[in-house]
């Protein structure tokens, strides 16, 4: 399994050199990517959660792609009905084109109505807008000129070059962890970005995205999980998300994830709340042992 991490782009403390650094201590202990969260609109309830500042994701990922090199970049997620489906596709690609190590487009619908609002984009239709927009993103990828007449978007003979520098096309790993989200996964994705997930949502939900994609006639995508860390003595129970407890679950965790097919796993250091984040050199301090576990260089505790 490849293991990449969650870049930490909001908060009080965050700059441009705190970014860098984060991306750089990524690369350094040997994490072969990074993804950046999405918000535009920083409204009471997201500001609760992500408060700002708040450093958009493709201008810090661009920003990323000429300072750490190696190091491949994506989101997680990008909400997908924020943006029009040709901006999202050409800033993924333009990213894709500027950073040798490539680029993964992480997708969803987002949760605040708030910020939906704000944007004037119905939160009520967001599944129907991701999973027109989807479609139309993966045409421009493919073609130059594309055209496409759904029901939010329609256009005819529009350019898209330069197109992305993987072909087919970038990788999109739908993530959200209802049966919509896997349903899109299935039918859209080239990955299952679930977050916080236990073992008893993996044991339902991979073999319905498998009967799912083959209807589709598509392959099935891969699992690429992101797990919030949570180090500590915790009950191993099938509630329990994975990443949360001992490092001896957290080493069975992985375990159970490689054990299941899992191609990549995202860690998150944010606990969730402002009040409760730590300070960067906690951060790395957890990523590094948590690598350690990963790479079996660290003996059971």
Same mark, same amino acid.
């Given at each position: 399994?490849?293991?990449?991490?969650?870049?930490?782009?909001?908060?009080?403390?965050?700059?441009? /050199?705190?970014?860098?650094?984060?991306?750089?201590?990524?690369?350094?202990?040997?994490?072969?990517?990074?993804?950046?969260? /999405?918000?535009?609109?920083?409204? #009471?309830?997201?500001?609760?959660?992500?408060?700002?500042?708040?450093?958009?994701?493709?201008?810090?990922?661009?920003?990323?792609?000429? =300072?750490?090199?190696?190091?491949?970049?994506?989101? +997680?997620?990008?909400?997908?009905?924020?943006?029009?489906?040709?901006?999202?596709?050409?800033?993924?690609?333009?990213?894709?084109?500027?950073?040798?190590?490539?680029?993964?487009?992480?997708?969803?619908?987002?949760?605040?109505?708030?910020?939906?609002?704000?944007?004037?984009?119905?939160? =009520?239709?967001?599944?129907?807008?991701?999973?027109?927009?989807? +479609?139309?993103?993966?045409?421009?990828?493919?073609?130059?000129?594309?055209?496409?007449?759904?029901?939010?978007?329609?256009?005819? /003979?529009?350019?898209? @070059?330069?197109?992305?520098? +993987? =072909?087919?096309?970038?990788?999109?790993?739908?993530?959200?962890? *209802?049966?919509?989200?896997?349903?899109?996964?299935?039918?859209?994705?080239?990955?299952?970005? #679930?977050?916080?997930?236990?073992?008893?949502?993996?044991? @339902?939900?991979?073999?319905?995205?498998?009967?799912?994609?083959?209807?589709?006639?598509?392959?099935?995508?891969?699992?690429?999980?992101?797990?919030?860390? =949570?180090?500590?003595?915790?009950?191993?129970?099938?509630?329990?998300?994975?990443?949360?407890? *001992?490092?001896?679950?957290?080493?069975?965790?992985?375990?159970?994830?490689?054990?299941?097919?899992?191609?990549?796993?995202?860690?998150?250091?944010? #606990?969730?709340?402002?009040?409760?984040?730590? /300070?960067?050199?906690?951060?790395?301090?957890?990523?590094?042992?948590?690598?350690?576990?990963?790479?079996? +260089?660290?003996?059971? *505790?």
């Amino acid at each position: 399994m490849r293991y990449g991490v969650n870049l930490l782009n909001f908060g009080s403390g965050t700059t441009p /050199d705190s970014l860098v650094r984060q991306a750089t201590d990524a690369r350094d202990l040997g994490f072969a990517f990074a993804m950046i969260s /999405d918000h535009i609109a920083v409204t #009471p309830d997201v500001h609760a959660v992500y408060p700002a500042p708040f450093y958009d994701q493709f201008v810090l990922a661009a920003h990323l792609a000429g =300072r750490v090199p190696g190091l491949r970049l994506g989101t +997680t997620i990008t909400v997908i009905p924020y943006r029009h489906p040709l901006q999202t596709a050409r800033l993924a690609a333009n990213i894709d084109r500027l950073n040798e190590a490539g680029f993964i487009l992480g997708a969803g619908v987002g949760w605040s109505a708030a910020e939906y609002e704000v944007l004037g984009v119905p939160f =009520r239709e967001r599944g129907a807008i991701t999973d027109e927009y989807l +479609t139309a993103i993966r045409a421009a990828w493919r073609e130059d000129p594309t055209s496409f007449h759904g029901t939010y978007v329609s256009y005819d /003979d529009v350019r898209t @070059a330069p197109a992305p520098a +993987t =072909r087919p096309g970038l990788p999109v790993w739908v993530g959200g962890n *209802s049966p919509a989200a896997q349903r899109r996964a299935a039918r859209l994705g080239e990955a299952w970005h #679930p977050f916080m997930p236990t073992r008893d949502l993996l044991g @339902a939900a991979l073999p319905r995205i498998a009967a799912e994609a083959e209807a589709a006639g598509r392959p099935v995508p891969d699992l690429a999980p992101r797990l919030q860390l =949570r180090i500590g003595e915790r009950p191993d129970t099938a509630e329990r998300p994975l990443g949360h407890g *001992s490092v001896d679950q957290i080493r069975g965790d992985l375990e159970t994830l490689a054990g299941l097919g899992a191609t990549d796993v995202l860690l998150d250091t944010y #606990p969730g709340t402002p009040e409760e984040r730590a /300070d960067a050199d906690e951060d790395r301090r957890v990523l590094e042992l948590v690598m350690s576990v990963a790479q079996g +260089t660290i003996g059971t *505790s």
